[in-house]
């Protein structure tokens, strides 16, 4: 292939839905520190770093030595639970992560989650040798909705922004996408209208969704 093109994932909620693993990782290593922590306040956080969510929860307490031990409690719990119960991928995603290789496309993850997390999770849902980078937390200053995710994995696939699909299904990274200069697919419906294609779930998206995105004729002069 001569004009190399790239699909960006998102993780969470985009090729798996590990909401409920979240929750209870971090339900149950706050009330281990003596530390009480509401759904509701976990859904307002979803997909957000950790740096941030803690001290949202916490305010004054949080000292940055604090914010490390509960990220890394929550963490290690969301492992566990994730290896000893297996995870599978959301409905689409597997398919279309392969065919996508097979068709010659480069494809990275970028997500807003801990490295040990992205490498575990490819490969339980079996997408590891599918994907050429995983870029993650520690490779990053800025989280998401600044591009910046999107910008570094580009370039560990040395593809241009303008050849590169971003697959969400949040706001703050469809907005990341748009900020990178990159098209995008959102899933999930209600929360992703602002992406250039939006989709309920992967397995609805027609054949030719991502080839489209790229092509010359889909950019405005």
């Known amino acids: ?27 149950d290593a706050m009330a281990a520190a003596g530390f009480d922590v509401t759904e509701a306040q976990f859904a307002l956080s979803f997909g957000q770093r950790n740096d941030a969510i803690i001290p949202a929860w916490l305010g004054a307490r949080a000292t940055p030595e604090l914010v490390r031990e509960l990220g890394d409690a929550k963490e290690a719990m969301y492992r566990t639970l994730i290896t000893a119960e297996g995870i599978t991928p959301l409905p689409g995603a597997a398919d279309w992560v392969r065919r996508l290789h097979d068709d010659g496309w480069r494809q990275a ?32 200053r800025n989280g998401k909705p600044d591009p910046e995710v999107f910008l570094i994995a580009a370039e560990a696939l040395s593809v241009p922004p303008a050849r ?10 469809i907005e990341g996408a748009s900020r990178a200069g990159m098209r995008s697919i959102g899933v999930g419906g209600d ?16 054949l030719d969704a991502f080839d489209r995105l790229v092509a010359p004729e889909s950019f405005s002069p």
Request: glycine share 4%; charged share 25%; hydrophobic share 45%.
């Open 164 to 173: 590169c699909v971003v697959v969400e299904d949040a706001p703050v990274g």
């Open 191 to 206: 929360t992703t209208t602002d992406a250039t294609v939006n989709v309920q779930s992967l397995d609805r998206l027609p």
């Open 1 to 27: 292939m001569t004009d190399p093109r790239a699909v960006l994932w998102d993780l969470d909620g985009t090729l798996a839905d590990s909401r409920e693993f979240h929750w209870r990782a971090w339900r």
């Open 109 to 140: 993850i970028a997500s807003s989650a801990p490295k040990l997390n992205v490498e575990l999770m490819a490969r339980v849902l079996g997408l590891s040798g599918h994907m050429d980078a995983l870029i993650s937390a520690e490779d990053v």
